[in-house]
Each structure stands twice: as C-alpha cells, then as structure tokens.
C-alpha cells in the first residue's frame, strides 16, 4: 500500500497568515501516461464530511477559493493557504488515488492561535 | 445538484451485521463508481471499496475483503454497503462518496455505526 505522511499534524495559525501543509507519498504519484500527479486534498470541518479542494496536486475544484494552492510531484506534494481565514479552520486530509487501495494522510488539523 | 443521502446511525450488537444505504440523486446513477470511506478516531480516513453500478463489479481494500459488502440498485439509484461480525474496532463513521475524474467529489453525510452490547 501507499503510505501518505503529512506534516504537520497540527498548526495554530493567525487570520491573514500563510500557512503550509506537507504530505509525502512512500511511492511516485505521478502516472506516465496522462503526465499528472494523482493527489488530493480535502477539507473536513468539525461535524462535516470531507470537501474535496485540490486534484491532480494542482486542479482547484469548482467553488474552492484561490486562496487554496496544491503543489508538487513525484513524491512531495504541498498544500498552502494564504491569508487565512476563520472559516478555513479545519481538518485537512492528503490522498492518493494512483493505485488501489487509495490512501489517506494522517490529518493536519488546523487551529486559531 | 448532487446528493447522497445514507440512511440513519445504527447501534449494533457485537457479532452482528449491519446494512446502510446511500441513496444518491442528482445525477445518472450508472454513470459513476461510488466509494465507501471509514473514518475513526484511531485510524483516520480509509478506503474500503468501490462498486461500479452499472456493471456491478466491485474492487475493495484487501483489509476490508470479507468485511464489507457492497451493493447496488439501478432501480432505486441506492448503493449500499453491509459489514458483518462487527467488532468495537468497527465503530465508525461510514462515508460514501461518487467519483468524478478519480477523486471522491461528493460525499454522503455519513452514518455512525457503534458497536456495543
């Protein structure tokens, strides 16, 4: 299987900062065919299901503010948030779907400092 | 617009089954895959399997395999998904969620199993 490590797991942050969340995958994401990284980025705010936010490590889906930015290939992926603000308080989840069994990270919850 | 509608949370007995639906709207049934996805405390988000409605064909998590049973009804437009010999370590919030370009777009708003006698 996959193994998705994010980091951090938590984060404290201020509104209007930017912040950084990382997530690692223990093998290459990126699919020679199609030439795209096969990660995601979901959001799951405190009694809510999982929002989908970022595909393809970069691809904001319909709606998600450009204030969410999804980077990276291979092996490093990276999602930023820049100017935070209160309502982007969350969990935030990295996922593979390059092979089966799709994986999940571990979780980056962030707070208000 | 898109929804999912899974059925109400379940308070099971030890060693029993459970059956929860997903009853989606919105969109052609057949026309996309739907996953489920478990999320517990200790354990985070996992995947446990997906069904292809219009061709039956399922694929699920070798963890999952013998746990989890997946279904559907074109007729009904419902997906569901039977656990058995449920244990503590099954009590959970069971998500299904429809495919779109391989991610899991939209999800259900989840059924929370608890597992005690």
């Known amino acids: 299987d996959i193994v998705m490590t994010q980091s951090p797991s938590s984060l404290a942050v201020s509104a209007g900062e930017t912040v950084t969340i990382n997530c690692k995958s223990s093998?290459?994401?990126?699919?020679?065919?199609?030439?795209?990284?096969?990660l995601a980025w979901y959001q799951q705010k405190p009694g809510q299901s999982p929002k989908l936010l970022i595909y393809l490590a970069s691809t904001r889906e319909s709606g998600v503010p450009d204030r969410f930015i999804g980077s990276g290939s291979g092996t490093d992926f990276t999602l930023t948030i820049s100017s935070v603000q209160a309502e982007d308080l969350a969990n935030y989840y990295c996922q593979q779907y390059y092979d089966t069994p799709y994986t999940f990270g571990a979780g980056t919850k962030l707070e208000l400092k | 617009e898109v929804k999912l509608q899974q059925s109400g949370d379940e308070l099971v007995r030890p060693g029993a089954s459970v059956k929860m639906s997903c009853k989606a709207s919105g969109y052609t049934f057949t026309d996309y895959a739907m996953h489920w996805v478990k999320q517990s405390p200790g354990q985070g988000l996992e995947w446990i399997g997906t069904?292809?409605?219009?061709?039956?064909?399922?694929s699920y998590n070798q963890k999952f395999k013998g746990k989890a049973t997946l279904t559907a009804d074109k007729s009904s437009n419902t997906a569901y998904m039977e656990l058995s010999r449920l244990t503590s370590e099954d009590s959970a919030v069971y998500y299904c969620?429809?495919?779109?370009?391989?991610?899991?777009?939209?999800w259900g708003q989840g059924t929370l199993v608890t597992v005690s006698s």
């Open positions: 069904i292809i409605p219009l061709i039956d064909t399922t």
């Open positions: 093998q290459s994401l990126f699919g020679s065919v199609r030439q795209k990284n096969y």
């Open positions: 969620a429809r495919e779109s370009l391989g991610v899991f777009a939209y």
